[in-house]
């Protein structure tokens, strides 16, 4: 994990994102900021439209409204320039045929004005003693370092990772994490996504949980959900046998009191546990599960307010 940039330059800077697919609203005006130096991982559950939202930073789907600015562009309009310093690592990994991991990087070099070079980019990845295979013979897990390979060729000042580990052996991972500390100190600015939560825990600065089509909650790992969430919670079973169990901010207490109440004895199976934060993006979600359901919008496609000259080639008609 990396701190913010002193600067506190926006690379990202969101207002107001709305997206809808036919009557379906998936976005409802989502604002984010992300700073040089700065990860931020998007978590939200299947569908919640977390890929949605990259891809209309990306510059690959319209949005419905929004203001919408990734290294000062609007990604709609954006030159091709803006395209060579924004990363891009899509959700599926791509179809890379019979050519090995050295000729793609060293084709895709080309396109760069400022790429790594393509020995480092295979050592970062961990490819070294895959750089002559045909990609199409690699593992899973080993192409998906060979996209993330193709994402930060061009040293991107923004990437986009959209769950890029899946399939990653955890020795892989945690190479991967590394990597990725590097080029956020370097200056780089990262949105991920992930259904990891230890690799949200490990890497953002900052957490933003998508449900509802809204943002429910936004900070940095160690404090999503604010204190209460927090509060361990000491679990045991009674004399009669029965579980039990008690949150409170003071478990060293509690269990003393248990071990005086039964006369010196050890509490039986007890156990004191401090959320995670995977406990607490459940909560939030259990919590926000009770929001209105934004689903079905009747009429939503007589809101979009894009002017249809805004229309990115290659989003035309990509969008139910
Ligand atoms: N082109 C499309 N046309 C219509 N519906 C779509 C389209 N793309 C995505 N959707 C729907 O929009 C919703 C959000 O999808 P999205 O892929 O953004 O979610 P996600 O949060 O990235 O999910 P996951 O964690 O499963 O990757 C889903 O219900 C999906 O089926």
Redesign the pocket.
């Known amino acids: 994990m990396t701190q913010q940039s002193s600067s506190g330059s926006a690379v990202v800077r969101v207002r107001g994102l709305s997206k809808h697919?036919?009557d379906?609203e998936?976005l409802r005006g989502i604002d984010l900021d992300i700073a040089a130096g700065e990860t931020y991982a998007l978590l939200?559950p299947?569908?919640?439209?977390?890929?949605?939202a990259i891809e209309i930073l990306e510059g690959l789907r319209r949005p419905d409204a929004g203001e919408i600015r990734v290294l000062g562009q609007d990604p709609l309009t954006a030159p091709r320039s803006w395209k060579a310093r924004i990363g891009i690592v899509a959700?599926a990994t791509a179809e890379f045929g019979p050519n090995t991991p050295r000729e793609l990087l060293n084709y895709f070099s080309t396109i760069y004005p400022n790429p790594r070079g393509v020995g480092e980019v295979l050592e970062l990845v961990g490819l070294t003693a895959q750089a002559g295979v045909r990609a199409n013979k690699l593992s899973g897990g080993q192409q998906r370092r060979l996209d993330v390979a193709l994402g930060i060729l061009g040293q991107p000042e923004m990437l986009f990772l959209d769950?890029p580990t899946t399939g990653f052996d955890p020795a892989a991972r945690r190479q991967f994490w590394d990597m990725l500390r590097g080029l956020t100190a370097a200056g780089t600015a990262i949105l991920l996504?992930t259904?990891y939560l230890d690799e949200a825990a490990q890497l953002a600065d900052r957490v933003g949980v998508l449900a509802g089509g809204r943002i429910v909650a936004e900070a940095p790992p160690a404090e999503l959900g604010g204190v209460e969430a927090r509060t361990p919670v000491v679990t045991w079973t009674d004399a009669a046998g029965q579980p039990q169990q008690q949150r409170t901010l003071e478990p060293a207490r509690l269990c003393t009191e248990l071990v005086e109440a039964a006369g010196g004895a050890e509490p039986r199976e007890v156990e004191v546990r401090r959320p995670q934060l995977e406990d607490i993006y459940l909560g939030l979600l259990a919590e926000h599960a009770a929001d209105p359901e934004p689903a079905s919008q009747p009429g939503a496609a007589a809101a979009r307010q894009v002017p249809a000259s805004n229309t990115h080639p290659e989003t035309a008609g990509?969008?139910?």
Not at 46 to 52: D, F, L, M, Q, Y
């Open positions: 697919y036919g379906r998936i939200g299947n569908g919640a439209g977390k890929s949605t959700q769950e996504t259904h990509a969008d139910a």
